[in-house]
């Protein structure tokens, strides 16, 4: 059994140049990518952001969220602050240490503290800052407030992203224990998507966790998030569910134990407006939009599986992994059978026999795990070489 480690080895290789073609074979056990062009390396986890010279986490620019182009929505609701506390101070869980991404007014905070945590907040508003702090030394100490952008942590793209955050600066100085992947819980992370960058953060999410890297170097870390309803449909999607099933849903149902918690009318939420007070904002567009598509806004919890890794799925290979349900997904009806062909010269008569499917069997009818499985027999194989074929129409990118 793998066991993630802090040190992880350097990624594959190419085995073979793609030359003047778009195909080429990824050999397993090779460096993967080490001698790509840039273009094809984009969003991998190989990259880690640096921080500026002298640039403190303490010291991060701020400013204050404009309505219709950065809008932000805050739990102000003391009902459903006490909603959602049982969910994440459970009496079987020795977990109490909570990290709140923009807290806002501190509602949820406050309840949560109350309840036994010990809260760190991130609020990217300065705003907000002075009433945390009054709230964390009335407290007992139990709340620490910092000035940064839980969303802007880690950033895995190459372009510039302002203000950048290390995860390692931030939880260095916050002195955050570090577990193993099979033991507990290291710490908790509750907040509320950004509307703007919602999908973009789930697929972040999805690397970081099967990487091993950003708040993942420290262990499990569990993420309880509200979202919009149809990301949460396709999220927790199967078979049963075609329309909405894909790469996505079996990406999170494989990496995590995935549970809907609550859902809550999205017009609950408080914003913060151009005149730095919190309520509704008179953006009539945006509203529109928002109540057409946005309706609900759903709890979510993602808990990382102990047993994710294994000797043949690790955060070396992970994005093989990735690949291949991507490439599965783009024909999401056609047989099992005919996608293995354009995705590895194993043998895939003998393969399906190995994980007991048959020759009719579509891609949608696969369970997460059936995937899961499909990947390790695939990458288990001694007989074969090369194992997998690569289109570079497939860019590793987080979409």
């Known amino acids: 059994m793998w066991v993630p480690v802090a040190g992880l080895p350097m990624r594959l290789t190419l085995s073979a140049s793609s030359g003047a073609g778009r195909s080429c074979i990824w050999r397993s056990g090779a460096a993967r990518w080490k ?20 640039q403190d986490f303490r010291d991060l620019p701020s400013r204050p969220s404009k309505c219709g182009v950065e809008s932000k929505r805050y739990l102000t609701s003391p009902r459903l602050a006490e909603t959602v506390v049982p969910f994440l101070l459970r009496d079987d869980d020795p977990c109490k240490l909570i990290l709140e991404c923009n807290p806002g007014p501190g509602i949820l905070t406050q309840a949560l503290i109350q309840g036994g945590a010990r809260v760190i907040a991130l609020e990217s508003d300065k705003t907000f800052i002075p009433h945390l702090q009054s709230l964390g030394e009335k407290l007992g100490g139990k709340l620490h407030v910092v000035h940064c952008d839980f969303f802007k942590l880690d950033p895995r793209s190459f372009g510039v992203v302002k ?35 919602e999908k973009k953060m789930i697929w972040k999410f999805l690397h970081d966790i099967y990487s091993c890297t950003s708040l993942y170097r420290y262990g499990r870390v569990e993420l309880n998030f509200f979202m919009n309803e149809t990301d949460c449909q396709k999220i927790m999607a199967n078979p049963q569910n075609r329309n909405l099933y894909q790469a996505l849903s079996v990406l999170w149902q494989v990496a995590c134990e995935v549970k809907l918690l609550h859902t809550e ?40 599986r102990r047993n994710l890794f294994t000797e043949n799925l690790t955060p070396v290979n992970y994005d093989v992994f990735f690949h291949m349900l991507k490439q599965c997904f783009l024909k999401r009806n056609a047989k099992l059978i005919h996608q293995l062909h354009s995705l590895s010269p194993v043998d895939a008569v003998g393969v399906l026999k190995k994980i007991k499917q048959k020759g009719t069997t579509k ?18 194989s001694k007989d074969y070489s090369c194992k997998w074929l690569y289109d570079d129409f497939m860019e590793d990118v987080i979409i």
């Open 35 to 54: 001698d790509m062009p840039a273009r094809n390396r984009r969003g991998l986890s190989d990259f880690q952001p640096q921080l500026l010279p002298g």
């Open 163 to 197: 203000p950048t955050v290390d995860s390692r600066v931030l939880l260095r100085d916050l002195e955050i224990e570090t577990l193993s992947w099979s033991k507990g819980i290291p710490l908790k992370v509750v907040g509320i998507f950004p509307a703007k960058n």
């Open 265 to 304: 009318p999205w017009s609950s939420f408080d914003r913060y407006t151009r005149a730095g007070q919190l309520g509704r904002p008179e953006c009539r567009v945006r509203e529109s939009l928002e109540q057409q598509t946005q309706q609900n806004l759903c709890f979510i919890q993602c808990t990382p």
């Open 363 to 380: 891609i949608t009818d696969m369970y997460p795990l059936d995937f899961k499985r499909l990947f390790e027999t695939i990458e288990c």
